[in-house]
């Protein structure tokens, strides 16, 4: 079985301003990574993941995650927010079945 | 291009009654699941389906029961409706197991419950 701890719950940040989210997981094996973001009032949508290969992945709009297998950390960053990131973001794992396990979730809040 | 489409949106129940949420998608997927979103606790899994005729429990399968009768519909049933029950329910799709790479969940938009 596979948990994942996001470890802020909310997180205000000023327009410009970087900002980093932080999600460690546990797992007995070989894990897959997830970055989901979910706007106000709406389902969630893929944000990046990490399945193999490189453990720098990036999204289109300008977030990136550094899988580090040694401290079973997957954090996301962004070097200049935006208003429109406001949202809520969730770390997930899998360990190579159908089912993903989520985290309690981070609330972004940008801040002009 | 509608994905996945849950209803209803919104429904206010008192407590013993029963409902069934709806979650159809478009895309011939074979992989659908439904999950709860609770406050400080993220998407919890409730039930998941791996085809057409075949449903398997999540984490939280107490309380909900579903169906799979048709491969772009998965029902999620409360039979008799409890408080612990209310929450936003999603429903998401997929056409590959994670493993394979490809795998995406396409969400549905939510179903917000309220029980009292």
């Known amino acids: 079985a596979q948990s994942v701890t996001q470890l802020d719950s909310q997180v205000p940040v000023f327009e410009e301003a970087p900002v980093e989210l932080r999600c460690n997981y546990s797992?007995?094996?070989?894990?897959?990574l997830f970055w989901y973001v979910q706007y106000p009032n709406q389902g969630l949508q893929l944000l990046l993941k990490?399945?193999?290969?490189?453990?720098l992945v990036e999204s289109i709009n300008g977030f990136e995650a550094e899988f580090n297998k040694s401290q079973t950390s997957f954090h996301l960053r962004k070097p200049s927010v935006h208003i429109s990131d406001t949202a809520e973001y969730f770390c997930?794992?899998?360990?190579?079945?159908?089912?993903?396990?989520f985290g309690a979730g981070t609330t972004v809040t940008v801040r002009a | 291009n509608a994905g996945v489409t849950q209803t209803p949106k919104f429904r206010v129940l008192k407590t013993g009654q029963s409902m069934t949420l709806l979650c159809a998608q478009d895309?011939?997927?074979?992989?659908m699941y439904w999950y709860r979103q609770d406050p400080g606790m993220g998407l919890r899994l409730i039930h998941y389906?791996?085809?057409?005729?075949?449903?398997a429990k999540g984490e939280v399968p107490d309380g909900y029961n579903v169906s799979r009768l048709k491969k772009q519909n998965f029902l999620l049933g409360l039979e008799s409706a409890a408080p612990s029950q209310t929450s936003v329910y999603f429903c998401?799709?997929?056409?590959?197991?994670?493993?394979?790479?490809?795998?995406?969940?396409?969400f549905g938009a939510g179903s917000r419950l309220t029980v009292l």
């Open positions: 998401a799709s997929s056409n590959t197991q994670v493993a394979s790479g490809a795998n995406v969940l396409t």
């Open positions: 389906s791996v085809g057409e005729g075949t449903t």
């Open positions: 895309m011939n997927h074979e992989y």
């Open positions: 797992s007995s094996v070989s894990v897959y």
């Open positions: 997930a794992v899998t360990s190579n079945d159908y089912k993903l396990s």
């Open positions: 990490y399945l193999s290969g490189s453990t």
